[in-house]
């Protein structure tokens, strides 16, 4: 991960971000039987048998567990192993920033988009001035099913108002948020890929660029980008006998392609991180005001932190506004599709609200960052919970960050506590579901755990997580963090991953959970 070389797909589909089921890999030798938790020798007597013999196989002899499996009406433990040690958590993280944010904000906030003009347009629809497109970190603005067509809804608000000539800018201003577009952590290769996408405060389309290679008759490779608006420039290096490779150089927009693609490979595609939200959404508007014969004598520009935010201050004219889905529906986008840019972004919605109140009572300097200000706000609400600040230390909001820390013991109590609250719904109603949706639709598809475990995922390099609710065969709801670290999945002589793969390991652990009880 560390080797900026090339953007691998292998890179590009690791991480927390959500992205389809990985095609299954070749197949490969036959590998020496393991044990499952269905097999006989999982059958034990008790929950505590069962678990521990299971996490006892020779191949996590090196790995580090940790799991708590409690009661969620009395908070009796049914299970224990390293429940109080520190685990990366990966994107079980994105359950902290979750209950953080309906504490904070709740389910009902919503976030907008807001079209500014500096004058008021003279006769013959002339605006001597900009238009500032003012981001207020909406994570969805763009998305087909939460603001379809909103850059032609502005553009057509703009035209109401009988502008036909913009003799300024337009000023994609992205200072709602104070700090860098990326979570405290992320590391240079993910900020290449669509999980690491940009977490500004405006940004459209999940900040991402589509990256198609296609094989054609006379060569490979054929290399094309969208949106155009994104304006990737891509140098194409395709056509040596090299597995393809992608990068793009950290602050650079351009996207460098080499190798080919595998004689029996016709067509891939990829989902790499624009170069700048800002000004993709900024330029898809810019095309949307052309579509309405409305022309820009300026330029797009973005103003962002630490740049002094001087575009407001004149008293701008309000033209209109893009507002977001509530904050509920943006949990159910974030949990079941594991989205960091939507973690880190409302981890900065929580910032924002907190530096409205001035004082980082556990901090002799306040924070200089929405980033720091939301964590300074989820400490202060670790004791709300009943978590002791010395269980978690999180540097996002999302989990991408290998800084971050939770223990077992620390989830547990989160989900309990969260359990109990009136905005419990909302967070429960977003979590995936085994065997029907989000990244949990695939997993557990047939057995006890199906449309009964509901659970956060995680996945980092060497680190797996499952946290969350199941109903156990006796009809008790339990609560569980099942956390791995510092797994190495066993390979073959050619480098091949063998089965079973970590996160059945995890789904064995939980169907344990789902018959636990039965006669």
Same mark, same amino acid.
């Given at each position: ?9 292998? =890179? ?7 992205? +389809?089921? !990985? ?6 030798? !036959?590998? +020496? ?6 097999? &006989?020798? #999982?059958? +034990? ?43 990366? &958590? ?5 359950? #902290?920033?979750? $209950? ?35 981001g207020g970190g909406d994570p969805s603005l763009g998305d087909a099913a939460a603001s379809p067509g909103w850059a032609d809804r502005l553009a057509a608000a703009v035209a109401a108002r009988g502008i036909r000539q913009v003799r300024g800018d337009l000023v994609a201003d ?5 700090? %860098? ?41 054929? =290399? ?24 793009? +150089? %950290? ?5 460098? $392609? ?38 820009? @004598? ?7 932190? &630490?740049?002094?935010? /001087?575009?407001?201050?004149?008293? %701008? ?48 300097? !306040? &924070? ?19 978590? @002791?600040?010395?269980?978690? /230390? ?9 800084? @971050? ?17 009136s905005f419990a719904s909302a967070l429960l109603d977003a979590l995936p579901v085994a065997g029907i949706d989000g990244t949990l639709e695939h997993r557990m598809r047939a057995g006890a755990a199906t449309d009964n475990v509901q659970a956060k995922t995680g996945t980092l ?7 969350? #609710? ?6 008790q709801r339990l609560v569980f963090s099942l956390l791995l670290n510092r797994y190495l999945r066993p390979t073959d002589s050619l480098g091949r991953n063998l089965r079973p793969s970590p996160q059945s390991d995890l789904d064995a652990i939980a169907t344990m959970l789902a ?5």
């Open positions: 991960m560390r080797l900026v070389a090339a953007l691998l797909a292998s =890179v590009l589909l690791a991480g927390c971000a959500s992205a +389809p089921p !990985p095609k299954p890999a070749p197949v490969a030798p !036959p590998a +020496p039987a393991v044990a499952s938790a269905a097999s &006989p020798r #999982f059958m +034990p007597s008790s929950l505590a048998d069962g678990i521990g013999a299971f996490i006892a196989q020779p191949r996590f002899a090196h790995a580090q567990w940790g799991i708590e499996v409690v009661s969620q009406a009395t908070g009796a433990a049914l299970y224990r192993h390293n429940a109080d040690s520190l685990f990366l &958590p990966a994107s079980n993280a994105k359950l #902290f920033t979750s $209950a953080l944010a309906l504490q904070t904000l709740g389910p009902a906030a919503r976030f907008s988009t807001t079209l500014y003009a500096t004058s008021a347009s003279r006769a013959g629809g002339v605006l001597d001035g900009n238009l500032i497109l003012r992205t200072t709602y948020f104070s700090g %860098p577009p990326f979570g405290d952590g992320w590391e240079a290769l993910d900020l290449q890929a669509g999980y690491g996408a940009w977490a500004g405060a405006l940004g459209a389309q999940d900040n991402v660029v589509h990256v198609k290679v296609a094989r054609t008759k006379t060569r490979c490779c054929d =290399v094309t980008a969208d949106p155009v608006q994104a304006r990737m420039h891509i140098v194409n290096l395709t056509g040596t006998a090299a597995p393809l490779s992608l990068y793009r +150089p %950290p602050g650079s927009n351009t996207l460098y $392609a080499n190798g080919s693609l595998p004689t029996n490979v016709a067509r891939r595609a990829y989902k790499l991180s624009a170069p700048d939200g800002a000004l993709l959404a900024a330029n898809l508007l810019r095309d949307a005001l052309a579509q309405r014969g409305i022309t820009l @004598d300026g330029n797009v520009r973005v103003l962002r932190w &630490p740049e002094a935010n /001087s575009a407001l201050s004149s008293d %701008p004219q309000t033209i209109a506004s893009i507002t977001s889905p509530p904050l509920s529906q943006l949990l159910v986008h974030m949990l079941k599709h594991s989205d960091n840019r939507y973690a880190q972004m409302l981890l900065q919605q929580v910032g924002v609200a907190s530096a409205r109140a001035g004082a980082c009572a556990d901090r002799v300097q !306040p &924070p200089q960052t929405s980033a720091g200000w939301g964590a300074c706000a989820l400490r202060a609400f670790l004791g709300q919970a009943g978590i @002791d600040k010395g269980e978690v /230390s999180l540097n996002d909001g999302s989990g991408l960050s290998r800084e @971050d820390l939770v223990t077992p013991a620390a989830v547990v109590k989160l989900l309990r506590w969260t359990a109990r609250q390099s060497h680190v797996y997580a499952l946290s969350g #609710f199941v109903t156990d065969a006796a009809g018959t636990y009880g039965a006669n």
